[in-house]
């Protein structure tokens, strides 16, 4: 039996992530006890500010660190996920939601933490958000995140819920394709040097400090292609904007979800993360009495692609299934409105049911 | 070491006239440049606040960060360099290094090998003079300030936690010199340097004498904090794989609900049923739920065994609710469904209309989860339960899972026994 906690931590350090830096938190705990297992570096650290810290130095040091928490962990790491954001810095964080608010009920599953994560970099920029469905995506996504995160140098999310990470299964470890590790060697540049020049590709070349060929400038603060402060000039707001571009003009490297469209079918069910195994249930159930449905998982959450919004757009009616109060993926499609068109089946405390998805989507 | 080039750029100061910030920096860049380091030998972490002013002076690598967590990605750059020929030098004022007071802790706690440079110009310069954690309070008196805390004594505080050196120097004349003699300190220096903030404290140095606290310097002879490195096997390699050896008369799929309290067994005895249901062919998943308080209250969960792949992990209608405690019971109870078989120790209702049976009796405190489980399997007949034998046959604590196991069968007419194929005998 395992867990995908197991299997997100070894594809996670077989892609080529360095050191966890962690604080523990229920329900990512297995997160720190199998990165102890495994890391080639672990380091305890005193509180979340501190790990994610940490954690910016690593990277910008040129490691690649991971780290697992959950929502009051995440809260703390706000500011410091804003900077390594706009330092650039790539690195996975894995966050493991829980039943809020605030301290809530740690050991109670929940899909409440995506609206929070879809402001949470402040002036609405884009961060990657990957949210695995079973074990076969905690395995494949875990990879896609760290190439991701390396690839456009940024932090990404991977965002589980306690039943996924933490629930056992039987499981077919052969299904598990061996990964492949993530390739930092720098990219060619335009010469000279700058830290935060860009080419077409949106994404400057990575060099660490400390190298011995380049001088390296990172910066928190709004800055210019040297990497020095620079408030309000063309070059440090387009070195800003950039940010949104590089991630939205790319999205479709790295948008992720699983569509089983049935012919015929005007109806729709959407889901993500935990939520969806119990989909796929529904799924089966409703097709068995006869009726047409389809079936969309999204899993790259944030930002959403164009082809999320053209499938959803291509069906007469939308079920929403998520372990929520009020839908969270579905007001960040449609907003807060609710019309005959959308239906959400929701759930608050305990796990979302098959029968329930069922009883909406009819 | 590169070959000697300048530190600094040529940029100029940014400082308002007469501040003390300019000698710092320039202090800063003579003592790595007298000691042989090089621009990209250096990597300068900036502030926020008026220090926060000081990269484009440098001509190192630099990173600018967060206020008051300077020190905190220090620990993160020194640690993922792992170079000894590389110096971090950290710079903050009074205002970042209580806003991150734990940082300096850790990082003297840890003895990283960076120098923390804390220019303490005893207020808040940026936002309007405001008094810090490290304003004397002879210093507030003077701003008129009704704040009577006593400052922070940053350099002991380093030094208590474990920093090589701590060192507070109030004489521009010896900045250069306490520089040098931290940096070339192996593990985490400390260095306070009063600083003049002419726009809002005084406008000479020598006014600064009856406001400062007196200097101080502090070592610890420790080892350098290193983060270990090693090399670990494949987690997957250490999961325990089962192969189907017995039969299961599932032919569709029964979850079951187990419940006790903590310490009880309860979620090894899920386990053991699970690992027991892949012996013999069915997909299974096993899930647990307590309250936070690992050690206490109740400890629940569920087992779901299928002929089929398992997608919902969730149990909407058990099979079977079996409880072995009051609490555990209290906390299940509601999950009876119509289709549930319902069993439970005595010692929750001996007169309920559910089927009771004595499983701390039989099997103790430590093993009635597991009695009551091998009574259910034997009862329904799911797969034989030899099966839950194999699964604890390697067991450490083999003997006492085999009697627990064993002790359903004081609860049934029909008598059984197992034995595991090493201690067969062959004729």
Not at chain 1, 39 to 64: N, R
Not at chain 1, 91 to 112: E, K, N, Y
């Amino acid at each position: 039996m395992i867990d995908a906690s197991r299997i997100i931590t070894e594809a996670l350090v077989q892609s080529g992530a360095d050191v966890f830096v962690g604080y523990p938190i229920t329900p990512s705990n297995l997160f720190y006890t199998y990165s102890k297992e495994r890391f080639p570096e672990f380091l305890a650290g005193p509180d979340e500010i501190s790990v994610l810290q940490w954690m910016c130095g690593y990277s910008a040091a040129g490691k690649i660190p991971v780290t697992a928490t959950a929502f009051p962990g995440l809260a703390l790491m706000t500011e410091t996920l804003n900077m390594a954001y706009m330092m650039e810095l790539p690195m996975v964080l894995i966050i493991t939601q829980r039943l809020g608010p605030s301290t809530g009920s740690a050991t109670t599953g929940a899909q409440g933490d995506l609206k929070f994560l879809d402001g949470i970099i402040s002036g609405g920029f884009p961060l990657p958000i990957f949210s695995p469905s079973n074990f076969n995506d905690a395995w494949t996504l875990s990879n896609e995140a760290l190439k991701t995160a390396v690839k456009f140098r940024t932090p990404v999310i991977i965002l589980t819920s306690k039943e996924l990470v933490m629930t056992q299964k039987s499981f077919d470890m052969s299904s598990l394709e061996p990964l492949e590790k993530v390739d930092r060697t720098p990219k060619e540049f335009k010469f000279p040097f700058q830290p935060y020049k860009a080419g077409l590709d949106m994404v400057p070349t990575f060099y660490p400090l400390g190298n011995d060929e380049y001088q390296v400038r990172f910066n928190s603060s709004t800055h210019d292609n040297e990497g020095l402060i620079r408030k309000g000039t063309p070059e440090s707001l387009a070195n800003t904007w950039r940010l949104r571009e590089k991630l939205e003009k790319r999205i479709d490297e790295y948008s992720f979800f699983e569509l089983d469209a049935e012919n015929g079918a005007e109806d729709l069910i959407v889901t993500w993360g935990v939520s969806a195994d119990a989909s796929r249930d529904s799924v089966n159930s409703i097709r068995g009495k006869g009726k047409k449905v389809s079936l969309l998982i999204v899993k790259t959450m944030l930002p959403i692609s164009q082809k999320i919004y053209d499938i959803i757009d291509s069906y007469k009616t939308i079920t929403f299934a998520e372990e929520n109060m009020t839908g969270m993926f579905k007001e960040m499609i449609f907003g807060k409105r609710t019309t005959s068109k959308i239906k959400t089946a929701t759930k608050f405390g305990t796990m979302l049911t098959p029968s329930e998805i069922e009883e909406k989507v009819n | 070491m590169e070959a000697a080039k300048k530190i600094l750029t040529n940029v100029k100061m940014p400082f308002c006239p007469g501040c003390g910030h300019g000698i710092c920096v320039r202090s800063t860049s003579k003592a790595l440049e007298n000691l042989g380091y090089g621009p990209n030998d250096v990597v300068l972490v900036s502030d926020i606040g008026c220090s926060g002013l000081v990269d484009p002076l440098f001509a190192t690598h630099t990173i600018h960060g967060l206020h008051g967590r300077a020190p905190a990605l220090g620990i993160g750059v020194s640690l993922g360099l792992d170079n000894p020929n590389k110096k971090v030098v950290v710079i903050q004022g009074d205002g970042g290094a209580t806003i991150g007071l734990q940082h300096i802790l850790e990082a003297s706690r840890r003895n990283i090998d960076m120098t923390l440079i804390v220019i303490n110009n005893l207020l808040y310069g940026m936002t309007g003079g405001q008094m810090s954690g490290l304003s004397t309070n002879e210093f507030k008196a003077y701003k008129h300030s009704d704040d009577d805390a006593d400052p922070y004594d940053v350099v002991n505080l380093a030094h208590q936690s474990g920093a090589a050196f701590s060192v507070r120097v109030n004489d521009i004349s010896n900045f250069t010199d306490t520089l040098k003699e931290a940096i070339n300190t192996p593990g985490f220096s400390l260095v306070e340097l009063s600083s003049l903030c002419t726009s809002h404290g005084m406008k000479k140095v020598a006014d600064m004498k009856g406001f400062i606290v007196a200097e101080e310097r502090l070592v610890n002879n420790r080892p350098i904090g290193v983060s270990k490195k090693r090399t670990k096997n494949s987690l997957l390699s250490s999961v325990k794989v089962l192969e189907k050896q017995f039969e299961s008369t599932i032919e569709d799929s029964t979850g079951i609900v187990i419940a006790g309290s903590a310490g009880g067994g309860v979620q090894s005895a899920a386990k053991i049923l699970a690992q027991a249901g892949i012996l013999s062919g069915l997909y299974t998943t096993m899930k647990g739920e307590y309250p936070i308080t690992v050690g206490t209250g109740f400890s629940v969960a569920e087992v779901i065994l299928s002929k089929k792949p398992i997608h919902f992990t969730g149990l909407e209608k058990p099979s079977a609710v079996i409880a072995v405690t009051e609490e555990g019971w209290n906390k299940v109870k509601n999950r009876v469904a119509h289709e549930s078989k319902v069993l439970v120790d005595r010692k929750i209702c001996a007169d309920c209309s559910v089927d009771v049976k004595d499983f701390l009796k039989v099997g103790g405190k430590m093993g009635a989860a597991l009695s009551a489980v091998s009574y259910w399997v034997k009862e329904t007949g799911v797969f034989p339960v030899e099966a839950l034998f194999k699964v604890v046959e390697s067991s450490k604590y083999a003997v006492s899972l085999q009697k627990a196991i064993q002790s359903a069968e004081e609860l049934r007419e029909v008598v059984y026994s197992y034995i595991p194929e090493n201690k067969k005998r062959t004729n």
